[in-house]
């Protein structure tokens, strides 16, 4: 497996939003990513909430078997705001991308809730599919999506979601619907991610919908948190399981 296919099977099983209440306090959790059974990364986030703002770092590693021989790692901050419709409003992501041994950065900032791209080093080949940022106004970076899904949140929010997300060159959504309580007391969400726009037509036309289950328990302090979300990918069955 390349490194690529690892950010990809942990972009598919993280990459969901939902709008959550604002509440100050201090957050971490982390994941182990799962392929056919095999631990293959691990994610890990640590944010800090106080009033409307927000402030998240995730970390993703290859482990295992995987570890040994991809060298690859993904780490991404976002900073923003909560909105008072519960969603949320972005003022900066930076990320920071290790591919067989080569580093990459990105940088963007948001003017009015519109992206701008900052730098991207080393420089970018020009992609002829890739989506103008000034028509992304009102979707929110990779980071937050991925934190806002990963939070714990009130029984209430769970399974609610159509949120549209924008990683410099393409435009994805993800929708959570049809909660379902389960013999176990856990609560399962039918989830989709959607490819957009930003990728060819060809591959568009191969899959643009990756179904995926989302699954929640109850913790002591009363709150909802994930601990397990499902897909299938051309590689097998990924999880994405709460250690």
Known sequence: MTARNVLKLASIAVFVACPVSAIAQAESAAFDVTLRGITAAKVRFAANV???????????????????????????????????????RPYSFTERRTEDGALSTAEMRYRRGIPQIKTY????????????????????????????????????LLCDLDVIVFDGKRRSGVRLTNPALQNDGTITCAGEYRRIQGWSPQR????????????????????????????????????????
């Open 50 to 88: 106080e009033s409307n703002e927000y402030a998240v770092t995730g970390i993703l590693r290859p482990t295992g078997l995987v570890g040994a021989v991809v060298d690859a790692g993904y780490e991404a901050t976002s900073v923003g705001r909560f909105q008072s419709s519960g969603g949320f």
């Open 204 to 243: 568009l036309a191969e899959r643009s919908r990756f179904p995926f289950t989302m699954t929640y328990a109850e913790n002591d302090s009363g709150a909802w948190e994930v601990v397990r979300v499902t897909t299938e990918t051309k590689f097998g069955r990924a999880e994405l399981r709460r250690r």
């Open 121 to 156: 080093n080393p420089p970018r080949d020009v992609d002829p599919f890739a989506v103008d940022p000034s028509g992304q106004g009102g979707t929110v970076d990779p980071m937050t999506a991925i934190w806002a899904a990963l939070r714990d949140r009130p029984r209430d």
